[in-house]
């Protein structure tokens, strides 16, 4: 099915399932432990083996030698894989780092052997007799010392976030330098890891030429495609499993090395090999956030119109690596004609940079929210105000392209006055409940909606049930259940009567887990099966033209029959796609969101703690408003970790992540938040899909680290640009305690 024109009145509208808050399916078998991981797959292959992956100790270089004799010798190790026995696999095209082979070392902990053996703890022990001679060379870790040099250079996130190395509109210099009231102002923002519960693990078995990897993947046609060329198979020997993920947020975009590993530890054994990336290997040897240096020139009318806005960043990244984005969403948000976006990106010698939950937008709207604050306080506006002021309803560099939907205006009217925003103190510091300082502080939020193609298969069989088949993945947010959701919508049938099973490369390719892109395209795909499957029952129950499916019946024309009827002589199965004509050329695509945020600041301590946050949402028709509030108090919870406490420190000197375990890098849970209320708007998009949604999990997280910092200034009066604002970069420049 092309989607070429905007969807009219169709199945999804009648919203008997779709957009009910609905219990996750899969619920059941998370909380009781019978959902398996990848690494928990005991049953798929017998007699397998453990591997354990070793890591560089020096981030540049080469390995001279590898003594293996002492391991080989080790109590139940079956074999060792070693670099050096391999040339460097080939690369996917989202792929960075070398995952393995050779004997040149790109980064720390980048795998150099699997130790095989017949348990973990043997292959864990044998590991440790590994010995290793490296020849060290000088490696480049300090962005900031790179920053004055590094080039200019353009790209992409492949998550929609793009932008070319420098882009201007108007005349930013001359508008600059005549406004009224500037401001230019330069914020960081630390690498970020990505810290999911489950690690980066996989199960892989040959039979003959064919090989399964049962992996925690979130974009399975992508980890096919990438696994058949990592290792020079044939793509249709290669069967990739993934029906559970345990948290990906970008990581699990595309293969790491344990996928390979597993590979060619069962290849060496001859025999099913399960790995799992220990957890101290996971920040240095996957991908991470890249760190920023952001720079922002806002130049504004009196009457808070923006005239000039430029936003210049610079991040790092391995040679062929791209930039963090974080200037993306600077193209659009606001309107203004004279406009500037650069990026400039430093080679560096740190772990491969790459997709972490809204790439670009996340770290951008960091640095570009924080700065609108500062503006609105040079103005004398309110900040709520002063973004409304400079809202568009266009794309502000191609005016002839107007927006499919945007309600950013609403989103902020709506939170300021759910949140209470008119009891705000405008004056920073000047609220007090005993020792600590109360602030409250908002923050746009910006994410744009991309359309990819997905594909789906559909079956009815004899007793009225509606089985799904896609390769699309739950990566926690909930996708068993809307995609249920969208066939029993589509078919007329309650929930109770649909199966459906995801993640296995062997169903048809969907849009998959990443981007903000996977539920409206995946049940985009969904529908367009059903169009089809519906036409086949039609046929069989001899009904055509306006035919109704409600209830567990097809109805038309004054007849009705039970849809399992149409089945009763064998199982129809259909099979479609969705995919897109040029309405995202004629029409900006994008979702938006007002976020404000109530903190308290120990005056003493410089402690702080969040006690309330808002999200009012606009993101098309919400498919399941339980599982979308999900998703955003969870991308709100990330975000006051970025802004309070995430940080992937560099040791400066040797070249790696030092706080590379959960016990060191700091994450938010929920309970650190008393209070998270989320809002959706009463929206559709049909200029988006037939499902008329739109993305909303990564919009949760996007502005989250400005209102947090901003409500920080209005509580403490100091204004801290370098996240994470931890309490020693303000507790000497709080208000005296009297």
């Known amino acids: 099915m092309k989607f070429e024109t905007p969807a009219g009145t169709n199945p999804i509208d009648q919203l008997k399932v779709v957009g009910k808050p609905t219990d996750r399916i899969d619920g059941k078998f998370k909380t009781t432990g019978t959902a398996p991981y990848a690494y928990e797959r005991h049953d798929v292959a017998p007699n397998q083996a ?3 992956i070793v890591g560089s100790a020096v981030a540049k270089g080469r390995i001279s030698s590898m003594n293996l004799a002492d391991a080989k010798a080790a109590p139940g190790v079956l074999a060792i894989v070693s670099t050096l026995d391999h040339k460097p696999l080939p690369l996917g095209p989202q792929n960075t780092a070398n995952l393995f082979g050779g004997a040149e070392v ?3 902990h980048q795998a150099i052997a699997l130790v095989v053996a017949e348990t973990f703890e043997q292959a864990r022990a044998a590991a440790n007799l590994i010995r290793v001679d490296y020849a060290r060379t000088k490696g480049k870790y300090d962005l900031e010392a790179l920053a004055p040099t ?15 190395a420098i882009d201007r509109v108007g005349n930013f210099d001359g508008a600059f330098a005549s406004a009224p009231v500037k401001l230019d102002q330069q914020y960081t923002t630390p690498g970020h890891s990505h810290a999911m519960m489950e690690p980066f693990a996989t199960i892989a078995a040959w039979d003959g030429p064919k090989l399964t990897v049962w992996t925690s993947n979130q974009m399975i046609a992508w980890a096919k495609r990438d696994v058949a060329k990592t290792l020079s198979l044939s793509p249709e020997n290669v069967r990739v499993d993934s029906p559970y993920i345990g948290g990906g947020f970008g990581g699990k975009l595309f293969v790491r090395a344990d996928v390979p590993l597993a590979a060619l530890g069962a290849k060496a054994v001859g025999r099913p090999v399960k790995v799992a990336m220990q957890r101290p290997l996971i920040a240095n040897n996957s991908t991470h956030r890249p760190a920023t240096i952001q720079r922002i020139r806002l130049g504004a009318t009196k009457d808070g119109r923006i005239t000039a806005i430029a936003h210049e960043s610079t991040s790092g ?3 062929e690596g791209k930039p963090e984005v974080a200037v993306q969403q600077t ?21 491969e940079g790459n997709a972490m939950r809204a790439p670009g937008e996340a770290p951008g709207l960091m640095a570009l929210e924080m700065a609108m604050d500062e503006m609105a306080e040079k103005l004398g506006m309110d900040p709520v105000e002063f973004r409304i002021v400079n809202d568009t309803q266009v794309d502000p560099e191609k005016p002839q392209r107007p927006f499919s939907q945007r309600q950013l205006v609403k989103c902020l009217r709506d939170g300021a006055d759910r949140f209470g925003w008119s009891r705000r103190s405008a004056k920073p510091a000047s609220v007090r409940e005993g020792r600590w300082l109360i602030g409250m502080g908002m923050a746009a939020a910006f994410r744009n909606n991309q359309l990819t193609k997905s594909a789906a298969r559909v079956r009815l069989d004899g007793k009225g049930m509606v089985t799904v088949e896609t390769d699309m993945t739950d990566i926690g947010t909930g996708t068993y259940t809307i995609i249920a959701q969208t066939a029993a919508e589509m078919m007329g049938i309650g929930l109770d009567k649909v199966v459906v099973k995801l993640g ?26 059903c169009i089809k499957l519906r036409e086949q029952v039609g046929q069989r129950l001899g009904m055509t033209g306006d035919v109704e499916f409600a209830d567990g019946e097809v109805r038309a024309g004054g007849r009705s029959a039970k849809l399992a009827d149409a089945a009763r002589n064998g199982p129809l199965t259909a099979e479609d796609f969705i995919e897109y004509g040029d309405l995202a050329k004629k029409y900006q695509q994008s979702t938006f969101a007002g976020h404000f945020v109530e903190v308290a600041v120990d005056s003493f301590t410089g402690q702080t703690r969040i006690r309330r946050m808002l999200a009012v949402c606009a993101a098309g028709r ?4 339980k599982s979308a509030r999900n998703q955003v108090i969870g991308g709100m919870t990330m975000g006051a970790g970025a802004a309070l406490m995430e940080e992937l420190a560099v040791d400066k000197r040797f070249g790696f992540f030092v706080n590379h375990d959960l016990a060191t890098y700091e994450v938010p849970v929920h309970a650190d938040i008393p209070h998270q209320e989320v809002v959706f708007l009463d929206e559709v998009d049909p200029i988006s899909s037939p499902m008329k949604a739109k993305g909303v999990g990564e919009l949760g997280i996007c502005g989250v680290g400005a209102a947090v910092a901003n409500a920080i200034y209005n509580a403490t009066g100091v204004r801290v640009r370098d996240y994470p604002i931890t309490l020693e970069k303000h507790l000497t420049r709080l208000p005296q305690v009297a």
């Open 50 to 52: 453990y591997g354990y």
């Open 106 to 108: 790109q980064h720390y």
């Open 150 to 164: 590094a080039p200019l250079e353009g790209g992409g996130s492949g998550e929609g976030s793009a932008a070319p």
């Open 317 to 319: 990244n391995l040679p």
């Open 331 to 351: 193209k659009l948000l606001y309107a203004g004609a004279n406009r500037m976006t650069l990026m400039k990106l430093a080679v560096m010698d740190l772990p």
């Open 504 to 529: 296995d490369s062997d169903f048809p390719a969907s849009a998959g887990s990443g981007g903000q892109w996977g539920a409206n395209n995946s049940t985009a795909g969904v529908y367009a099966a």
């Open 622 to 625: 919400i498919l399941n408003p």
